[in-house]
Nanobody
Framework: QVQLVESGGGLVQAGGSLRLSCAAS????????MAWFRQPPGKEREFVAT????????YYEDSVKGRFTISRDNAKNTVYLQMNSLKPEDTAVYSC???????????????WGQGTQVTVSS
């Protein structure tokens, strides 16, 4: 059982930056594909970004390409989401997820964090 704990959310003005972290409890962290999802207020959960086991490849949802960067540090059992040029429409609860597949589909991920709130003011 992998436990994931996110941190780094908060309130930021449009155009600002935040860095989210997701720490895993399990030493097998490097065996899991990792991803970030978000759920805007009143909307369904949506894919944001995913990263391969080694961190060599990433895939992003179109609206965050060029603004967000997903990375991982397997020595620290942590995955990150650097978010730049934030927009009000990025406001959401952001959750990290771990799974056995390199996927944009939430159901493909087995373990989830509790989520961290990101609010972008205009």
């Amino acid at each position: 059982q992998v436990q994931l704990v996110e941190s780094g959310g908060g309130l930021v003005q449009a155009g600002g930056s935040l860095r989210l972290s997701c720490a895993a409890s399990d030493r097998t962290f490097s065996r899991y594909f990792m991803a970030w999802f978000r759920q805007p207020p009143g909307k369904e959960r949506e894919f944001v970004a995913t990263i391969t086991l080694s961190g060599s490849s990433q895939y992003y949802e179109d609206s965050v390409k060029g603004r967000f960067t997903i990375s991982r540090d397997n020595a620290k059992n942590t995955v990150y989401l650097q978010m730049n040029s934030l927009k009000p429409e990025d406001t959401a609860v952001y959750s990290c997820a771990a799974g056995a597949y390199y996927s944009t589909v939430a159901n493909d991920y087995d373990y989830w964090g509790q989520g961290t709130q990101v609010t972008v003011s205009s």
